[in-house]
């Protein structure tokens, strides 16, 4: 049985395509957790649904998910995926939208330009200061960034709405090891963001493969497995 998390479940149905979306989990993982996430299993026993929570084929689900117009509700437990329902996608960027160019200025006085890092895979993650979720996940989001730190290949951005100087004086208290654009509600409108926090995968094309919002627990190890699958099928 091959072991995949849920964000490349549709490499597990079809050779021709190695994007797909995620919603967030019905259900968090749970307690036992510690630190080094479950990841999600897929075997025969998987059952897939249509919007309305009818079963249908792996070839079918893979369809609409292909579609761009759908993102996934997983039902899991003990890091095994029971099943994936079928969700409408209400985000501007779906799976294999080209993502929206944008440019500018970290907090650190570098220029970062999206249109040139084609040819890398670019994690973005949109947070805000006042956002609880946003800084619980950003301790394990540096964890991710200190794996591919020697990898260039791979880069991550994050993006909020705050101010510069908020911003700033936010980032003396907490640690967050992503590139940071303040200030960038035009990057956010672009997006269609409006939950927070929110994490999305470019591939090396510039097509967004990975959504996945709010936090539960799972979002790294989910960032993860999109990134080495990425790697996987660029090989």
């Known amino acids: 049985m091959k072991i995949f998390i849920i964000a490349i479940i549709m490499a597990c ?57 759908y993102t996934v509700v997983p039902d899991i437990k003990d890091g095994k995926l029971l099943s994936v329902k079928l969700k409408p996608s209400e985000q501007k960027i779906t799976m294999g939208s080209l993502a929206p160019e944008f440019s500018g200025t970290d907090l ?13 895979t670019v994690i973005l993650n949109f947070w805000f200061a006042g956002c609880a979720p946003c800084r619980a996940e950003m301790p394990e989001l540096n964890n991710l960034v200190d794996k591919y730190k020697d990898d260039n290949s791979v880069v991550f951005v994050a993006i909020t709405y705050d101010p510069t100087e908020q911003a700033k004086a936010f980032l003396k208290r907490k640690d967050f090891k992503f590139i940071i654009l303040a200030g960038r509600s035009d990057i956010i409108d672009q997006y269609g963001i409006t939950s927070y926090p929110t994490s999305m995968v470019i591939d090396k094309s510039g097509n967004v493969t990975f959504s996945l919002t709010t936090y539960d627990g799972t979002n790294v190890a989910q960032l993860d497995g999109v990134i080495s699958a990425l790697k996987k099928c660029s090989n």
């Open 13 to 69: 149905i079809t050779v021709s395509s190695c994007h797909t979306s995620v919603a967030k989990n019905s259900q968090p993982l749970g307690a036992e957790d510690t630190g080094i996430h479950t990841m999600m299993h897929t075997d025969a026993s998987t059952i897939y649904f249509d919007t309305a929570g009818n079963k249908i084929e792996a070839k079918q689900f893979a369809e609409c998910m292909q579609s761009g117009k």
């Open 108 to 120: 650190t006085g570098k220029s970062i330009d999206l249109k040139a890092l084609k040819g890398k």
